[in-house]
């Protein structure tokens, strides 16, 4: 009841994403009904963290989640490269992207580093399957000037994909400002975008998010199973919205 309370209030905000990173399909399957129960929007499947090799299978499997909680899925498979823990070349991972983009997922991540001759037929196909593609960036070492960030966003909406998510190094609170003034900047792109920071800092900038009009800000299920540091757990966020919101 609590959390499809929140959920009406929150129709018109920020939506909350909901990141899982476990290692088994079985134990992915879990946590995505406790996501529903907590009051997520979306779920995002980090396959990247799985022990067991993505197959076909894996991905029919797991596509089945959205008919079990009725939520949207992202479908990330981070490579090394940028943070993930996916180890394999390249040209195997786009294989396993195309195919997800035709399984029945909501959204695809794709890196804004990625080689533009692999990534851009993908954001193709997935226009033509009527798949969200969300076009990400990171920094694990710091975060630039605001008006770094703001050409960030630019690059990511110049691939021509639906949402840009620029996630950055929050080493105190002038790079919490950097992401504030960055992001509420970038709402003249007329272009959805996100953008968060990782650290003890970036908690802050997670909490504001709706204030800087993030189309989604991502969040652990509990505080245990944060996929990065700075990651808010899910209830603990939604309080803290329902508490900024009766100020």
């Given at each position: 009841m609590r959390a499809s309370k929140r959920n009406k209030k929150r129709e018109s905000m920020t939506l909350v994403c909901v990141s899982l990173a476990e290692q088994s399909v079985t134990d992915?399957?879990?946590q995505a009904d406790l996501c529903k129960s907590l009051g997520a929007n979306l779920i995002e499947l980090r396959l990247d963290k799985l022990k067991e090799p993505i197959s076909s299978s894996i991905l029919n499997r797991l596509s089945e989640i959205?008919?079990?909680?009725?939520l949207p899925l992202i479908l990330t498979i981070r490579p090394?490269?940028?943070?993930?823990?996916?180890k394999e070349d390249e040209e195997k991972r786009?294989?396993?992207?195309?195919?997800?983009?035709?399984?029945?997922?909501?959204?695809?991540?794709?890196e804004l580093k990625m080689e533009g001759n692999l990534r851009d037929p993908l954001i193709a196909l997935a226009k033509k399957e009527e798949i969200k593609t969300i076009?990400?960036?990171?920094?694990?070492?710091?975060?630039?000037?605001?008006?770094?960030?703001?050409?960030?966003?630019?690059q990511c909406k110049e691939t021509e994909g639906d949402i840009a998510k620029?996630?950055?190094?929050?080493?105190n609170f002038e790079d919490v400002l950097n992401v504030t003034k960055g992001g509420k900047t970038a709402k003249?792109?007329?272009?959805?975008?996100?953008?968060?920071?990782?650290?003890?800092y970036g908690q802050f900038t997670r909490v504001l998010a709706p204030l800087i009009g993030c189309e989604m800000v991502y969040a652990a299920v509990d505080p245990e199973k944060k996929v990065e540091d700075g990651q808010v757990?899910?209830?603990?966020l939604l309080e803290l919205w329902d508490a900024l919101e009766n100020l």
């Open positions: 992915l399957v879990s959205k008919k079990d909680t009725g090394y490269w940028d943070g993930g823990d996916y786009t294989a396993l992207l195309e195919e997800a983009i035709t399984t029945g997922f909501d959204y695809i991540d794709l076009i990400s960036y990171h920094d694990f070492f710091k975060t630039p000037s605001w008006s770094e960030i703001f050409a960030l966003i630019k620029v996630v950055l190094t929050s080493n003249d792109l007329n272009h959805k975008y996100t953008v968060m920071g990782m650290g003890s757990d899910i209830r603990t």
